[in-house]
């Protein structure tokens, strides 16, 4: 079973508000991912990780900024948030190879 | 860039009957494909991944193929039952230059009526 954890769960909060979303796993592996999705939309990559000190932007443009600073933890940051941040955003992680990736429950953000 | 489609998009049948889904792909140049579940509102859970060298995988009741050439993937379901239902992803990663990188379809909805 995969050890991937994401806090809060829910999040509603107003215009302008600096949040942070945490990411953690316990599985060890290298390579870590946050997508975001839009209710009954696909999943689209917005960030990723190979390792420590090592990010990388997706394929969606997006304004949040992350970090990964130790192996288990890949926070995510949005400075000043906005209605059109509102959706579902999902952590992932998988083992350098053979890239399996595991996913988090999800963190539903809304923006009022 | 990578383009990934599901068919169909939603599909309903009665329990006990067995299904198909289908995953295509535009770039052959895989790493892997893997298959996923998701009940709404909730993460992805993983059911099946496929290396870009192998033909198939089994999971119980699930047999996912794999044909790289042709840019397809199936999801064999056998014997549905009604705690199948949910929505299935496939997500397709990258290799070459966008190794690392992976692109998901929008999803099949399946129903499975008691």
């Known amino acids: 079973e995969a050890d991937i954890y994401q806090t809060p769960r829910y999040l509603v909060i107003g215009t302008g508000k600096k949040i942070t979303l945490e990411c953690s796993q316990t599985?060890?592996?290298?390579?870590m991912y946050w997508y975001q999705q839009d209710p009954g939309m696909e999943l689209h990559l917005i960030h990723y990780?190979?390792?420590?000190?090592?990010?990388e932007k997706g394929d969606l443009s997006s304004e949040s900024t992350v970090s990964r600073i130790r192996t288990e933890h890949f926070p995510l940051t949005l400075e000043s948030a906005r209605p059109s941040h509102t959706s579902q955003y999902l952590c992932?992680?998988?083992?350098?190879?053979?890239?399996?990736?595991?996913f988090g429950p999800g963190t539903r953000l809304t923006v009022l | 860039k990578q383009e990934v489609t599901q068919i169909p998009a939603a599909l309903s049948v009665p329990e006990g009957e067995n299904l198909v889904l289908n995953c295509s792909f535009t770039?052959?140049?895989?790493?892997?494909l893997q298959w996923f579940r998701q009940d709404p509102g909730k993460g992805l859970t993983s059911l099946l991944l496929?290396?870009?060298?192998?033909r198939e995988q089994t999971s119980g009741r699930l047999n996912a193929s794999l044909d790289k050439s042709s840019g397809r993937s199936t999801l064999y379901i056998a014997a549905s039952q009604p705690g199948d239902s949910a929505t299935y992803l496939c997500?397709?990663?990258?290799?070459?230059?966008?190794?690392?990188?992976?692109?998901f379809g929008d999803g099949t909805t399946l129903t499975v009526k008691p």
């Open positions: 770039d052959s140049a895989i790493y892997n």
């Open positions: 992932a992680s998988s083992r350098g190879g053979y890239n399996e990736q595991f």
């Open positions: 997500a397709v990663m990258g290799g070459g230059t966008n190794a690392g990188k992976s692109t």
């Open positions: 496929i290396q870009s060298s192998q």
């Open positions: 599985m060890g592996h290298d390579k």
């Open positions: 990780s190979y390792g420590v000190n090592s990010t």
